[in-house]
């Protein structure tokens, strides 16, 4: 979290400069960028009509170090003036992802050190589904000391210190959009394509043995912090000309999903137990795209050669994300890494050529430990195994057909699905299964859901502002952060007016309203929330309606409801609504995207299949 932050605002402050090297004052390309541009455009076309891949690209390795130069120049400026910020960040981390018995964990002292972030490797990519729309790559190494004190560690009130930083990663920057006049770029869209690598160098209590209890759990909150605000699908977003740009037009959609059938495996040692037992293998897989949450197949038992026949969708934002597929043994009390392999969406939608589902085996191989590669964490016993999975691109379109086909499981617990209208993949699933029911875990569509801000938030005393939106759709609850009351910019405020007061009587402009705003900002929130809502394949049309509730501290001030049938007509359009809650008006939006449908059949014909409904 303190890297990221760190990375956003560095960038944030560089990266109107840096765009401006690309672009002519009027906001138009020279001719011979124009050209390439084109000719890029054209061949990424070319790509998706074949199933989707990598993005073409333009390497500038000059500017990466002259953006590190001058993020060299700026760095002192920058520790002092992040400070505050990184200290919040962390602090909400461990209080929202730590177990109770941490959460009183706190950040004592933060310095960053001398070092800054080295920027390394740029690329630059228009995008093809807009022409006011960069996307930027670069790789991140920052390898520095700090001076970085925790309290609240338990037993008592410890302290922990950590005295360096290591961290590498490759990051992404959507700028959009952009604009003809100054300052060309409005907004920055930051995030990391995979989960960072991250080392911290404790001191103090981290040499006390029952450190070594703690330090795992603080080392999952810091990737669970940055998971949920700063990994792909999720995105940190910085306006540079705010009134130029609008949050929910500007917010970089999805580019579809990666629809994983895991299929079979083979060649899965029988592993040797004590008083010369062998123990066959009960093998199950996990499968993670980048920062998304880890889905797990279920277990076969039994068998050097499982057969799971289970379907995942996983969300694809970057073609840059890492698909790692993890295989284990599973016993009542323990569990066996069998090894790992992993590759990028890019790589395996480049063998993807046709528009349907592409086989491949994968060969296992040693996993090795996240902190040192050096090290091996798989038994040399445990290796051999192979696993075929079934895939395809699924891109988002503007027919929510799918959304509307989809059929809920009966009450009898059989799964019932329509043929004519089915996702490709899962006729493949159920043809090639003999119709029984498998894990599925596919969606149908997905929900966007905007929360950008809210005017005039109905609070009697600004101080007493603490203000969040929740939405409750499809029976879950999503919240955005809280934006409070900040007595430190009401305290600055207060020294600038009287230095402004001294400016008026010698005639010279003042910041009083610049000041004043700062003060207020918290009775005109801003969130700029984004929710990503999968419609999960066998859930009905959605029904009722999308409730947003205003909360200030503990209290509701109200709520309001957008219903479903309202943005479903309107076929993958943006709604956005301004909604009056409470005498406060918060502006969202709610957009629907579908994915494709097969349409050979006339008329649907639907079967209905016997299946254990807790295995879907």
């Not at 490797?121 to 729309?133: E, I, R, T």
């Not at 330090?215 to 949920?228: E, F, H, S, T």
């Not at 709604?575 to 059949?601: D, E, F, Y």
């Amino acid at each position: 979290m303190v890297v990221g932050v760190i990375a956003g605002v560095a960038i944030g402050a560089a990266g109107t400069w840096l765009i401006t090297l690309f672009k002519k004052r009027d906001g138009s390309l020279p001719q011979g960028e124009q050209q390439q541009q084109q000719q890029q455009v054209l061949e990424l076309s070319q790509l998706t009509n074949n199933g989707g891949g990598p993005m073409p690209h333009v390497a500038l390795e000059s500017s990466s170090s002259l953006l590190s130069a001058l993020l060299y120049q700026l760095w002192p400026h920058l520790n002092t003036m992040m400070g505050s910020t990184v200290k919040e960040s962390l602090d909400k981390t461990f209080a929202e992802s730590l177990p109770s018995a941490l959460q009183k964990m706190h950040v004592v002292k933060l310095d960053l050190g001398a070092q800054p972030i080295r920027f390394e490797n740029f690329v630059v990519h228009p995008l093809m589904d807009s022409s006011d729309c960069l996307k930027i790559e670069l790789e991140i190494n920052w390898d520095s000391s700090c001076d970085v004190l925790i309290g609240g560690i338990p037993p008592g009130n410890n302290t922990i210190g950590v005295k360096s930083i290591k961290l590498e990663s490759r990051l992404v920057l959507v700028c959009r959009p952009i604009l003809k006049q100054a300052p060309v770029v409005g907004s920055l869209q930051l995030a990391f394509v995979n989960p960072p690598f991250i080392n911290l160098d404790f001191t103090g209590l981290a040499n006390i043995a029952d450190f070594a209890n703690i330090r795992p759990m603080v080392d999952k909150a810091i990737q669970d912090g940055l998971a949920a605000s700063l990994v792909l699908p999720q995105r940190m977003f910085i306006p540079i000309a705010a009134d130029q740009c609008d949050f929910i037009q500007a917010y970089q959609r999805p580019l579809g999903v990666l629809r994983v059938r895991l299929v079979r495996g083979k060649d899965f040692p029988v592993l040797k137990k004590g008083l010369g037992m062998r123990d066959v293998p009960d093998v199950y897989c996990s499968l993670q795209l980048g920062g998304s949450d880890l889905w797990k197949s279920s277990v076969c038992q039994n068998s050097t050669t499982p057969e799971w026949n289970d379907t995942v969708d996983l969300l694809v934002s970057d073609y840059g994300q890492l698909l790692a597929l993890h295989a284990y043994d599973t016993d009542m009390m323990t569990e066996h890494d069998m090894g790992t392999v992993s590759c990028t969406a890019g790589q395996l939608l480049a063998e993807n050529t046709h528009k349907d589902a592409t086989t491949k085996e994968l060969v296992l191989v040693a996993t090795t430990d996240p902190k040192d590669p050096t090290i091996i964490v798989t038994p040399k016993a445990s290796l051999g195994g192979k696993v075929t999975i079934e895939y395809e691109f699924l891109p988002f379109e503007n027919d929510v057909t799918s959304i509307l086909q989809s059929k809920p499981i009966s009450d009898n617990g059989a799964t019932t699905t329509t043929n004519s209208k089915m996702p490709r993949m899962l006729q493949n699933k159920l043809s090639n299964n003999g119709g029984a029911t498998t894990k599925d875990s596919t969606m149908s569509g997905l929900l966007l859901v905007f929360v950008a801000k809210l005017d005039n938030l109905p609070v009697a005393d600004k101080t007493e502002a603490a203000s969040y939106i929740k939405v409750t759709v499809l029976g879950m609850e999503f919240k955005t952060s809280v934006v409070k009351y900040n007595p430190e910019a009401a305290q600055e405020a207060d020294e600038a007016s009287k230095e402004d007061n001294n400016k008026e009587e010698e005639g010279e402009a003042t910041t009083k309203d610049e000041d004043q705003k700062a003060v207020d900002a918290c009775l005109h929130p801003v969130y700029n929330a984004a929710f990503q809502i999968p419609i999960p394949v066998n859930q009905p049309p959605p029904s009722g309606g999308i409730v947003f509730e205003l909360i200030n501290g503990d209290t509701s001030l109200g709520t309001k409801n957008i219903p479903h049938e309202l943005y479903m007509a309107m076929q993958d359009e943006l709604h956005q609504s301004t909604l009056n809650i409470g005498g406060a008006i918060l502006h969202c939006g709610v957009q629907a995207l579908g994915l494709p449908v097969t349409t050979t059949a006339a008329a649907a014909e639907t079967t209905t299949t016997p299946g254990d409904p807790n295995n879907v």
